[in-house]
């Protein structure tokens, strides 16, 4: 295949190695490449992926441990012997650094949100907190849906950790629940779980802070971070046959 601006000691007589590669974009939407040689550059993986003309595009290179470079568009990068070929192609622009447990990550978002930072992290996304820390601050927790500017402190510092376990009231009775989002059957499973009298069937409604309420059906996903009051209740007329 012959490729714009590649020299030939750079990818010549490497052939015979098919190397699946995993392409993404800002939103993490995943495409597989194939490339028939142990060594590609970021303008053969915009090609192969459609994507026109090159230059308007970034490459990065997303390691198993969860580090973010830039390769460049003709920079050579070899596929073998890594733990998995991640790659994301977005829009050409300015690049932002953050560092998440140690780990450098670049990034083509001035303002990613926290499950973005833990989506390049490569952890569980509602089983972790992730904290901003700040030298001479308190850390910080972020939710998934906030914000952070990366362009405004420097290089920032991120650490994630284990969902902190937290309490939520079903019936008036304390149940301890991971931090995250949970679905409404997840949430009658840890009350049953922990002593609460009601079953699987019951209709579950969360009260709402301004005193009205809403109906969680048992695959509604409800964001918990702890002191959410619940209502399980028999609503079934059993008298029908």
């Known amino acids: 295949m012959a490729l714009e601006n590649a020299t030939a000691n750079d990818l010549s007589g490497r052939h015979g190695s098919e190397h699946t590669v995993e392409v993404f974009n800002e939103a993490f939407d995943r ?11 970021g ?29 460049g568009l003709d920079e050579p990068v070899d596929l073998g012997g ?18 998440i447990n140690d780990i450098r990550v670049t990034w083509t978002q001035r303002l ?4 973005t930072l833990k989506r390049l992290a490569r952890v569980p996304i509602e089983k972790t907190d992730l904290f901003l820390a700040r030298a001479g601050e308190p850390e910080k927790l972020i939710e ?4 952070v500017d990366l362009g405004h402190h420097g290089v920032e510092h991120f650490r994630t950790r284990p969902a902190k376990i937290v309490e939520i009231t079903v019936n008036n009775r304390k149940v301890e629940i991971r931090r995250g989002v949970h679905t409404g ?13 009601i079953k699987e069937s019951f209709t579950l409604s969360e009260e709402l802070p301004d005193g009205g309420s809403r109906i969680i059906g048992n695959d509604d996903p409800v ?8 209502l399980a209740i028999d609503d079934h007329d059993d008298s029908q046959p």
């Open 82 to 99: 890594h733990e998995r070929n991640d790659f994301f192609i977005n829009k050409a622009g300015q690049t932002f650094n953050a560092v």
């Open 112 to 115: 990613p949100t926290g499950e």
């Open 31 to 41: 495409r597989a490449l194939r490339v028939d040689r142990d060594r590609t550059t």
């Open 185 to 197: 059957a997840e949430i009658k499973a840890a009350a049953i779980a922990q002593g609460v009298p």
């Open 223 to 230: 964001r918990i971070k702890g002191g959410e009051a619940f």
């Open 144 to 147: 998934n849906d906030d914000k």
């Open 43 to 71: 303008r053969e993986l915009i090609h192969l992926s459609g994507d026109h003309p090159a230059d308007d595009y970034i490459v990065l290179h997303w390691h198993h441990d969860g580090a973010v470079d830039d390769i």
